[in-house]
């Protein structure tokens, strides 16, 4: 009897861990649930894997890994404007917010849309998550927002990162270079942190961002465009 209350009392404590870590995720602001409507210049549109953003671009669509506990509709605003100026975004929701846990949900989405040309993309563990489906898979590019490979990819990749992330390993972001192919680009955004790529406000261990939310993600949807150009 006292061994079976043993291990009813780790299986209770185990339960509550797991429900306390799920539970503790980064909530979308306000700001965000905005541009989950559509408008003149973006239908967004409620699909089983997420939402799609279709503005006037037909060429070229981005899926999109959230952030490791990140509600991720916190970052529609992000995707809004790609879309607005011409790349089409499906943002992938996952779940328990963790995208390693569905990491080829993406080819939901392969099957029933059709563009020239894919993207992949994400914001930290989502960027991992994403580099982790790129590398088996053939896809035009790879965007990688305060995050890096794991391993080896084939798709040119953008990589972005703020000077005052306090999240992002500095470290294991250097080593990933070595999976990079050659044309790949490295950005660094002054002032910009962690959390501001979406709008789910401040990230513990995050460090002081010196430029607004609005300004890093304008920054970032100009270099991710001037990349797709390029």
């Keep these: ?14 339960f509550l861990s797991c429900w306390w870590y799920v539970s503790d995720y980064y909530r979308a602001s306000g700001e965000a649930e905005l541009f989950l409507k559509s408008t003149q210049d973006v239908k967004v549109l409620p699909i089983p894997e997420g939402f799609s953003f279709d503005g006037p671009g037909e060429e070229e669509a981005l899926i999109f890994y959230p952030g490791g506990k990140v509600e991720y509709t916190a970052y529609a605003p992000l995707l809004y404007g790609l879309a607005r100026d011409g ?20 080819d939901r989405i392969l099957q029933t849309y059709s563009y020239p040309e ?6 930290s563990l989502g960027g991992a998550a994403a580099s982790m489906y790129a590398a088996g898979h053939d896809l035009d590019g790879l965007l990688l927002l305060a995050a890096y490979p794991t391993k080896k990819v084939d798709e040119r990749t953008l990589e972005i990162y703020g000077s005052e992330d306090g999240v992002l390993n500095r470290s294991k972001r250097e080593e990933g270079d070595r999976f990079l192919p050659e044309g790949s680009v490295i950005k660094v955004i002054d002032g910009g942190n962690h959390a501001q790529f979406g709008n789910y406000g401040e990230q513990k261990g995050d460090g002081s961002a010196g430029i607004s939310g609005d300004e890093q993600q304008i920054i970032t949807r100009n270099l991710i465009l001037e990349f797709l150009n390029n």
Excluded: Q, T
Excluded at 97 to 103: G, P, S
């Design 87 to 106: 790349l089409d975004c499906f943002l992938l929701k996952m779940p328990l917010n963790l995208a390693i846990l569905d990491e080829n949900k993406s």
């Design 1 to 14: 009897m006292k061994k079976k209350r043993v291990l009813l009392f780790i299986a209770a404590s185990v």
């Design 118 to 123: 894919w993207y992949i993309g994400g914001h």
